[in-house]
C-alpha cells in the first residue's frame, strides 16, 4: 500500500563532518517544528539500500543529503529524482550509492518511482569528526529554509514549536545521554 503522506528523509554520516547534515537537519526539524498535515521525518543514516521500503511504501520522499557539485561549499540545490544520477551525489559514501540503487531497483522491478527529491548542500569538509564545517552551520538556517519552503509548495504548513538550536543537535548525536 502505497502512503500519500510527505517523508522527509535524511541520509548521512555523522562521523563524517558535513556528511552528517541530512541527518542533522530531520532531526532539527523533528525537535523543532510541527506539520500540518503531519509527516514523516526519517532519520536515515548510512542505511543506503536498506531504505528501498521507504520508496516503495511512499510516494513523496525529500531528501536531505550533501551533494557534489562544483560550486561553492553550502550552495544548496533542489533537484527531481529523475535527474540525480546526473548530479554526482557525494559518491565517496555508500549510503547515496544506496539511495540511487534504491530508484533503480523500483525500475527494475516496474515499480513506479516516488515523487522525490534531493535538496542538497555542498560539504565544505568531510573528515572524521562529529560537527559540521563553520561554512555549512552558518548557512544551516538558508537550508532549513529552503526545506520548509518546498514543503509549504507541497501545501504542508509549518510552526515552529521548539528552539533547540542546532549545536544541541549535533551534541546529541556526540553523547546521546544529553538530550532530552
Known sequence: ???????????????????????????????????????????????????????????????????????????????????????????GSAHEIGVLQCLDMLDLQDKQRPKANIIGIIPKEISFEFNLSDKLKDNFENYINVILSDLKKREIKSQKINNIPLEKIINKF???????
Open 174 to 180: 556526540k553523547d546521546p545521554s544529553s538530550f532530552n
Open 1 to 91: 500500500m502505497i502512503n500519500k503522506k510527505t517523508i522527509l528523509l535524511g541520509i548521512g554520516n555523522v562521523l563524517q563532518k558535513d556528511d552528517g547534515i541530512g541527518v542533522y537537519a530531520s532531526e532539527y526539524l523533528l525537535k523543532n517544528y510541527k506539520f500540518t498535515p503531519h509527516i514523516s521525518i526519517i532519520n536515515g543514516g548510512v542505511e543506503g539500500i536498506n531504505l528501498l521500503d521507504i520508496f516503495i511504501e511512499n510516494e513523496d520522499i525529500i531528501i536531505l543529503d550533501t551533494i557534489m557539485i562544483d560550486d561553492t561549499p553550502s550552495s544548496i540545490y533542489n533537484i527531481p529524482a529523475e535527474k540525480l544520477g546526473g548530479y554526482g551525489l557525494n559518491s
